[in-house]
């Protein structure tokens, strides 16, 4: 026995005394630990993979003026088809005024962390007989890059944006039969027209958006569409896109304009990934519930069985409290070997995973990485578990009645 | 005639009117102690003997603040003990009993010495709390104590033996140096020797009577052999929960 006080020699004692029980409610514990390791794992790579698809060459807040509405006098009228086609050609571009005290009013409301000018609109692209319909998106790259990442886009040329130079997705080169340094013109509605020189190829995640998205600078834009000087929309980067809705909202309130977070633009993803969060959490809370009741069921035999041995104890001077602390220990014990094992076994079927389980574009979903706090917390948080599942055998260790126990 | 803080002449142990009463306020509620008066000096050497459910270990749990009388006085040390709550008669038995019981009664997971330290182990901090300089009871301390009862229990050799390797004689002998390890001035017996053979029970009994003479601490040991009764100075008779007979045994007096 050494230095170690009363109750952790005991407990420790106890432990080792029914090494098959113990054995037993640690790997329960273990076994909980780490399938709660493993889905989070899981979880975290799935979603950030699909985030990163779905949001990847959009911002995760859009911010535009209210759009002008077509009068309903239109439809009211007779002759409405005749009008509507009357009226075909395109709705003027809407922009926001004072934008630069909208962008820093923005750049500073909580949960945004970058804002980016843009001045887009739709335009047609021409070199030689082809001539494709696109959109051009005006912007100062250095800041648009803080909002939407467009390096790891890059599959040819340089990320650079001097006027008269573009970016353009990987299909609309091949549609339009372009290589890098080949120059093309724009043409916008407003029937403005510039030449551009490609000076990068960009894969923006699907054919759509390859197809159709053309940067340049903004000046270059503002021309093209005729707003010299004015915006079109604020791209906006928040820290959690979970709570892009909320920032969302925030801004519609503060600014008055038309907001619109990659949530609302893409809600069966994001429902998607809330009812996978909540499957988990379920999951998560099960698992929890048995480890603890295994560990208290476990607990509550082993009083029973060590009745007289409390007895004793009690008889030659233990009180209810040392009583009670030796179960208890022995509860945050078992939890926090079980944890420590756990995140082992947690760790191990990540390593074995991450080889088999592999997203659409063939990338690992998630990667074997040791993630010394999130071990903390479940060492932290398993031994809390223990601790509570044995407060009900520890209780009534501490109520067992040394003259009863001792007469058998 | 007994002074309270007069600690020479105040018996160790008062009582009166003692009653005990099992299964209170129900239906099978059953009275086995009727009224006891009965006071123990210090260093004193009783027998408890009586037919079996008389109530002999009754009285000894009362004795040891391990159950709680169900009417009259508990006077231990001079000190009224009767309304003591858990922690106050948890500590008292700590600080002033030992107890042996028929079956010996140690924890298995510990070797032989750990089992006669656990009582010093149980209490260093509550020891240190209440005097700092108190600090003799340290592990070193507590475990050379415990080494050398076990020496004068003959058990030199059993230090690091598992309760489970030894014999029945040798349980009840590190019980003994268990009880005592602390120094109490009562320690309470309940058939010690119940299970034991002739020579064992013998052996056992001398030893009670050494430690009673070398250190004057009081022993009450239950018995059912008259033999044994026959070696203490007092024999005290209980019979259905009254005391039948309580007389000083003349031969061990005049020795
Ligand atoms: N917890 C209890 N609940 C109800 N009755 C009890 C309880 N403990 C003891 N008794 C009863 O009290 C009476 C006295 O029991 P006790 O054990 O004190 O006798 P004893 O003199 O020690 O007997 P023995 O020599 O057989 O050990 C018996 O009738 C017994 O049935
Ligand atoms: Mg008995």
């Known amino acids: 026995m050494g230095t170690l006080g009363f109750e952790w020699t005991v407990a420790l004692r106890f432990l080792r005394e029914g090494r098959m029980q113990t054995a037993l409610i640690i790997g329960g514990a273990a076994v909980g630990v780490g399938v709660i390791y493993f889905i989070t794992a899981v979880l975290v790579g799935v979603q950030s993979d699909l985030i990163r698809r779905v949001t990847g060459a959009q911002a995760h807040i859009v911010l535009k003026p209210p759009e002008e509405t077509v009068a309903p006098l239109v439809a009211a009228t007779a002759d409405a088809p005749r009008l509507a086609s009357v009226q075909a050609r395109p709705q003027r571009l809407t922009t926001i005024d004072g934008w630069t005290t909208l962008a820093r009013q923005t750049e500073t409301t909580e949960g945004v962390v970058a804002v980016a000018a843009v001045a887009t609109g739709a335009a047609l692209a021409i070199k030689g007989n082809a001539s494709r319909s696109i959109v051009v998106l005006g912007t100062d790259l250095n800041q648009y890059m803080r909002v939407v990442r467009l390096d790891d886009k890059l599959t040819q040329g340089v990320l650079r944006l001097e006027p008269g130079e573009a970016l353009i997705g990987v299909e609309l080169a091949r549609d339009l039969g372009a290589v890098l340094g080949d120059r093309f013109r724009v043409q916008s509605a407003e029937n403005a027209s510039q030449v551009f020189q490609i000076r990068g190829l960009l894969d923006l995640g699907s054919r759509e958006l390859n197809r159709r998205n053309v940067y340049v600078d903004l000046r270059g834009a503002q021309s093209l569409l005729n707003i010299p000087g004015r915006i079109t929309n604020l791209d906006i980067a928040v820290g959690d896109i979970m709570r892009a809705e909320q920032i969302a909202a925030r801004l519609r309130a503060q600014s008055g304009q038309l907001v619109e977070s990659w949530i609302q633009t893409n809600n069966q993803v994001f429902a998607a990934i809330n009812n996978q969060n909540i499957m988990t959490l379920l999951i998560r809370v099960f698992v929890t519930v048995v480890v603890a009741l295994g560990i208290a069921s476990v607990l509550v035999v082993s009083v029973v069985q060590k009745r007289k041995e409390i007895g004793i104890l009690r008889a030659i001077g233990a009180t209810r409290a040392q009583m009670l602390r030796v179960f208890l220990l022995q509860g945050a014990m078992v939890g926090i070997a079980g944890a420590l094992v756990g995140s082992a076994l947690g760790l191990a079927l990540v390593g074995i995973f991450s080889r088999v389980l592999r997203s659409a574009s063939g990338t690992p979903l998630f990667t074997l990485h040791f993630d010394a706090n999130l071990i903390g917390i479940f060492v932290i948080a398993s031994a809390l578990l223990g601790l509570i599942a044995a407060v009900l055998p520890a209780r009534n260790a501490a109520d067992l009645d040394p003259a009863q126990a001792i007469r058998g | 005639m007994t002074q309270e803080g007069n600690s020479a002449d105040t018996p160790l142990v008062a009582l009166a009117q003692v009653r005990k009463t099992y299964n209170e306020g129900l239906p099978n509620a059953e009275e086995v102690l009727h009224g006891i008066d009965l006071s123990v000096r210090r260093g004193e050497f009783a027998a408890l003997i009586g037919p079996s459910g008389s109530g002999k270990s009754t009285l000894l749990n009362i004795l040891g603040l391990l159950e709680r009388a169900s009417g009259g006085v508990y006077r231990l040390g001079g000190q009224d003990v009767t ?50 300089a108190a600090n003799g009871i340290g592990e070193s301390a507590s475990r050379a104590r415990a080494a050398a009862l076990l020496d004068a229990v003959d058990l030199h050799d059993a230090y690091n033996k598992k309760p489970g390797e030894l014999s029945g004689g040798m349980q009840q002998r590190v019980a003994i140096a268990r009880s005592l390890v602390l120094g109490p001035q009562l320690v309470l017996a309940d058939e010690p020797t119940g299970n034991l053979d002739t020579r064992s029970s013998d052996n056992i009994f001398e030893l009670l009577r050494r430690f009673n003479s070398e250190q ?9 052999d ?12 209980l019979v259905d929960g009254r005391i039948a007979g309580d007389r000083r045994n003349r031969a061990r007096t005049a020795g």
């Open chain 2, 216 to 224: 004057g601490t009081a022993f009450i040991v239950v018995t059912h």
């Open chain 2, 226 to 237: 008259p033999r044994l009764a026959a070696r203490c100075d007092r024999i005290i008779e």
């Open chain 2, 83 to 132: 309304g003591l709550d858990d922690d106050e008669r948890t500590h008292a038995r700590h600080s002033t009993l030992g107890f042996i019981f028929q079956f010996h009664h140690l924890l298995p997971a510990f070797s032989a010495l750990e089992n006669v330290m656990l009582p010093a182990l149980i209490g260093r901090k509550r020891a240190a709390a209440q005097s700092p």
